[in-house]
């Protein structure tokens, strides 16, 4: 067993906790039938929506990604795909506009700050380098504006703002209009305000929507679980799917 620390004291945060397949996790679900629409809500330079893109060569896929740079990456990389519909907006619990924070590390980029008082479990390399003003968007707006009656896959992964975009998401998760939602999840706080795990499958159970699996991603340099991501799905895909399974031997 690991004490947390490896035997020159460097944290083990870059080490991969679980190194399962993520999206063939996902394509599981989804198993007898092709998802026809995917929602990839901060989609950086477009690694997993290219992966979303083999996988289901049949959808059509909705990227938003608010950082500047990354989304010019990310126009680059998939812009010309007939699939792909590009936004350069953040995904919220509002419409407009807001502040976005650009950090050092473009990934860790996000409409929240880092917190002030709680231990750091972010690179210390890592730091604010400019506010600018984004567009926003609900995702219940964005599907009434573009005639998107229910999405099959929705991938959050928006540094601290998926609680933000699950309430922005609310009619389609009320009505069960989506039937698998991929979020990134913290365990401790790494922005002002953001959900942990609990907060979100509290959130979402309430919604109709269970967990079904975890992937424990990383942990701080004193063996404290930081983050991971989790798959939650519908009672209808659950009910259609892994109940559909044959038990356990």
Same mark, same amino acid.
């Given at each position: 067993?690991? /004490? !947390?620390?490896?035997?020159? !004291? ?17 394509? %599981? ?5 092709? #998802? @026809? ?8 330079? !477009? ?18 990604? $608010? ?16 699939? *792909? ?20 590390? $473009?990934? @860790?980029?996000?409409?929240? =700050?880092? +917190?002030?008082?709680? %231990?750091?479990?972010? $690179? ?10 984004? $567009?926003? *968007? ?15 896959? =929705? ?14 998401? /609310? ?6 209009? =989506? ?9 401790? +706080?790494?922005?002002?305000?953001? +959900? ?9 159970? @309430? ?5 079904? @699996? ?5 942990? !701080? ?21 892994? /109940?559909?399974? #044959?038990?356990?031997?």
């Amino acid at each position: 067993m690991s /004490d !947390g620390f490896s035997k020159h !004291g460097h944290e083990l945060s870059s080490e991969l906790l679980d190194r399962r397949d993520r999206e063939a996790v996902l394509a %599981r679900l989804f198993t007898g039938r092709s #998802p @026809t629409t995917i929602f990839d809500v901060g989609a950086a330079v !477009g690694r997993l929506s290219a992966a979303y893109l083999r996988l289901f060569p049949a959808a059509t896929l909705h990227a938003f990604e $608010p950082h500047p740079e990354s989304f010019a990456e990310l126009a680059r990389r998939l812009g010309a795909d007939p699939r *792909v519909r590009l936004e350069n907006v953040a995904v919220a619990d509002r419409s407009g506009t807001m502040a976005f924070h650009l950090n050092r590390l $473009p990934y @860790t980029s996000s409409l929240l =700050v880092r +917190p002030a008082v709680t %231990r750091r479990y972010y $690179p210390g390399r890592d730091g604010l380098q400019q506010r600018i003003e984004v $567009p926003v *968007v609900r995702l219940d707006d964005y599907c009434l504006q573009h005639g998107v009656p229910r999405i099959d896959i =929705v991938k959050l992964d928006i540094q601290g703002g998926e609680m933000a975009a699950l309430r922005g998401m /609310d009619g389609l998760l009320r009505e069960a209009r =989506v039937d698998a939602i991929f979020t990134e999840t913290f365990f401790v +706080p790494h922005y002002d305000g953001a +959900p942990l795990l609990h907060d979100l499958w509290a959130h979402l159970q @309430t919604r109709g929507y269970g967990l079904f @699996t975890l992937f424990p991603t990383r942990e !701080g340099r004193n063996g404290q679980l930081r983050l991971g991501d989790a798959i939650f799905i519908s009672a209808a895909l659950r009910e259609a799917v892994v /109940d559909a399974c #044959p038990e356990e031997p």
